[in-house]
């Protein structure tokens, strides 16, 4: 049993064959609907926990399928109706009931320290859905896309990031420092990455740059990634960091510094921090990104169960 909690603690051998057994697994099921179960239902007969703590469209969908198509099946948990938070239950016989009654518990949390307290006190596996700190499986996913895309490996390509330093940044500069990729980050100089990002990053062999300018950061990339300028729960004030962005906003003229062939992501919800003739574009492969998560989710949750080939 292993858990999913943070793309830094996972050997980069262990994410790198749970792309494969994505790829592999995606191109054996195009004639299958939705529901339809993969050859072998690998994970028969198993319950897959859910739990939102913040609101979620694509995480819950694609986990529902994830599972569905391995063979098992889902409930999801409304946290205001359990007694955890409503009556006080502690975490850790919340933990012990879930581990009796499901298999895998998958759980998108607004608190770090509960991720850990749960990790503590559940003897079934755990997977980040999105907590403050990281995004793993989107991250994870998204460099499914890139590759399937640019049909190359990503430690080839130049990756940027234009946005805030969020969640779902932090897991891509730990992706890049496990997978070797170039990634420049474009932000404002009052919204760079935190002093424990900054450290860990400068453990990388200098292959992250961060610039307060969009065009350097966008030079030469190959993919551009961005995410809302105000994610779930980000107590600040609002119009003072609109305004900052201002100039980050991701528009033709900018996606014109990039290189011809660069591609457009997002992990979505979308906001303001993108045109929308970016986002519709051709250029732009935010709907396939999304329907990835499927597939890629499949693999995590096959590794969790230590059924990964
Ligand atoms: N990208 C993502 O995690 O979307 P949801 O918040 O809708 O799950
Ligand atoms: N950074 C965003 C990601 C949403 C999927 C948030 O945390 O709200």
Redo the contacts with the bound molecule.
């Keep these: 049993m292993r858990n999913f909690l943070n793309l830094r603690d996972i050997p980069v051998r262990d994410l790198k064959k749970i792309l494969t057994d994505a790829k592999r697994r995606k191109s054996m099921r195009k004639k299958l609907n939705n529901l339809e179960v993969d050859k072998g239902a690998p994970l028969k007969g198993k319950l897959l926990i859910q739990m939102f703590e913040k609101?979620?469209?694509?995480?819950?969908l694609s986990f529902y399928l994830a599972i569905k198509q391995l063979g098992g099946s889902t409930l999801t948990l409304r946290p205001d109706e359990l007694h955890l938070s409503k009556g006080g239950e502690s975490i850790q016989d919340t933990a012990k009931i879930l581990s009796n009654f499901g298999n895998a518990f998958m759980f998108r949390t607004d608190s770090d320290k509960k991720l850990e307290e749960f990790k503590k006190n559940l003897s079934i596996p755990i997977i980040n859905g999105?907590s403050p700190s990281s995004?793993p499986t989107?991250i994870l996913s998204d460099i499914f896309t890139v590759e399937e895309i640019k049909k190359k490996s990503i430690s080839s390509l130049n990756i940027a990031w234009i946005g805030d330093s969020n969640n779902v940044l932090n897991s891509l500069i730990a992706a890049s420092i496990k997978f070797s990729f170039k990634l420049s980050i474009g932000c404002p100089i009052e919204y760079k990455p935190s002093k424990k990002i900054m450290n860990y990053i400068k453990s990388d062999n200098n292959k992250i740059h961060i610039f307060h300018d969009p065009k350097k950061a966008v030079r030469a990339a190959d993919v551009i990634f961005s995410d809302k300028v105000i994610s779930m729960n980000d107590k600040v004030n609002k119009l003072k960091k609109f305004k900052k962005f201002k100039k980050f906003k991701i528009n033709k003229r900018l996606m014109s510094y990039a290189k011809k062939d660069c591609i457009f992501l997002h992990?979505?919800?979308r906001d303001k921090e993108v045109d929308e003739d970016v986002f519709l574009s051709k250029q732009s492969k935010v709907w396939q990104q999304a329907l990835n998560r499927v597939h890629v989710q499949k693999s995590i949750l096959l590794y969790c169960f230590g059924k990964l080939r």
Excluded: I, M, V, Y
Aim: hydrophobic residues 25%; contains cysteine.
């Design positions: 609101s979620s469209l694509r995480t819950r999105l995004h989107q992990c979505l919800p």
